[in-house]
């Protein structure tokens, strides 16, 4: 069992950022590949990023390609999503997910445990 606690949310100008934290307790967090969703009012989850156990690989959506980072320091057991040129696009409440699959993992089903969210929000 991996349990996530997610801290950073909160309010920013558009143009700003905000890092954003995902620390895992429990069992070892290393081999667990990390993924980052987001959900806004009225609309489904959807997939931001992820980063493999090792760290070297990750993947992007479209819409933060060139202005997020994820990262993750696993003698930490934290994952970090560095949010950058922040619009009002980006406001949504935000979610870390652990999970031992390598396949579909910009599906939210391919995840076993959930951060509890933190909201972003960008004014305009």
């Known amino acids: 069992q991996v349990a996530l606690v997610m801290s950073g949310g909160g309010l920013v100008h558009a143009g700003g950022s905000l890092r954003l934290s995902c620390a895992a307790s429990?069992?070892?967090?290393?081999?667990?590949?990390v993924g980052w969703f987001r959900q806004a009012p009225g609309k489904e989850r959807e997939f931001v990023a992820f980063?493999?156990?090792?760290?070297?690989?990750?993947i992007y959506a479209d819409s933060v390609k060139g202005r997020f980072t994820i990262s993750r320091d696993n003698p930490k057991r934290t994952t970090y999503l560095i949010m950058n040129s922040l619009t009002h696009e980006d406001t949504a409440n935000y979610y870390c997910?652990?999970?031992?699959?390598?396949?579909?993992?910009?599906?939210?089903?391919?995840?076993?445990?959930w951060g509890q969210g933190t909201q972003v929000t960008v004014s305009s």
């Open positions: 997910a652990a999970g031992s699959s390598v396949r579909g993992v910009t599906r939210a089903d391919a995840y076993d445990y």
């Open positions: 980063i493999s156990e090792s760290g070297y690989s990750s």
């Open positions: 429990g069992r070892t967090f290393s081999p667990y590949v």
